[in-house]
């Protein structure tokens, strides 16, 4: 009896889950999860990527797509393994960082977003959607 009161009320709630979210608009998921980054970061960090990432699209703009893909590969080493990355997310590591090593880690992470912004669909990251479109 318990068990089928369980079932009923996990498939009940399973159901407005669903109606919810088909109801919810592409472009209302879109501010969603505008609104969910946005808490990652601090607000100058997030100022900061809103003015450098449309500089580097407005660099990348003729670049060839696979200039574009060479390029983030070679993000992914410095923004992985830098140590001014983790003073990005850190403050308490920034003390730690070599001379540099937070701008070159800021670079090459809006570098990395501006590349992406020529994927389809764009990139949500900090409180920001970039996306270019062709």
Not at 6 to 21: G, H, P
Not at 56 to 68: N, T, V
Request: hydrophobic share 45%; proline share 4%; aromatic share 8%.
């Amino acid at each position: 009896m318990t068990e089928a009161r369980i079932a009923e009320r996990f498939a009940r709630e399973r159901a407005e889950r669903e109606a919810k979210w088909a109801a919810t608009t592409p472009e209302q998921l879109l501010r969603m999860r505008i609104e969910e980054s946005a808490k990652e970061f601090d607000p100058i960090s997030r100022a900061f990527l809103g003015l450098a990432v449309p500089m580097w699209i407005d660099q990348m703009r003729f670049w060839s797509a696979e200039r574009r893909v060479r390029k983030g590969h070679e993000l992914v080493e410095v923004i992985a393994y830098d140590q001014g990355v983790a003073a990005l997310c850190d403050p308490e590591a920034r003390g730690t960082a070599r001379q540099g090593g937070l701008a070159n880690a800021f670079n090459a992470l809006a570098q990395g977003l501006a590349c992406l912004a020529f994927c389809p669909g764009g990139i949500v990251f900090a409180g920001h959607h970039w996306e270019v479109k062709s």
